[in-house]
Nanobody, 130 residues
Framework: QVVLVESGGGSVQAGGSLRLSCAAS????????MGWFRQTPRKDREFVTA????????YYRTSVEGRFTVSRDNAKNTVNLQMNSLKPEDSAVYSC???????????????????????WGQGTQVTVSS
């Protein structure tokens, strides 16, 4: 069992930055690849980014590439999401999730299905005003 807790959400103006953190307890996250998803009331949950066990591989949805950076610290059992140049369309509840390592697969398509993830956090709200 892995318990994930997100923090760092809040309200910012367009162009601003936020840093989300995902703290894990229970099992070490070094056993998992990790992902971030976001959801709004009008949209299905959508993939944002993923990072491999070692942190050596990262994947992003096109709309956030170049603005968001995912990282992990396995020693501290945390995953972080640095979000810069935020836009109103980035407003959503952001959740981190753990997935069995995709060592047999590479690319965005290995990580973008929410149903493949085993553990989820409760989410943190990000609101970007124009």
């Amino acid at each position: 069992q892995v318990v994930l807790v997100e923090s760092g959400g809040g309200s910012v103006q367009a162009g601003g930055s936020l840093r989300l953190s995902c703290a894990a307890s229970g099992r070490t996250i070094s056993n998992y690849d990790m992902g971030w998803f976001r959801q709004t009331p009008r949209k299905d949950r959508e993939f944002v980014t993923a990072i491999s066990q070692s942190g050596g591989s990262t994947y992003y949805r096109t709309s956030v590439e170049g603005r968001f950076t995912v990282s992990r610290d396995n020693a501290k059992n945390t995953v972080n999401l640095q979000m810069n140049s935020l836009k109103p369309e980035d407003s959503a509840v952001y959740s981190c999730a753990a997935i069995t390592p995709r060592s047999w697969c590479s690319g965005y398509g290995c990580y973008d299905r929410a149903d493949d993830y085993q553990y989820w956090g409760q989410g943190t709200q990000v609101t970007v005003s124009s």
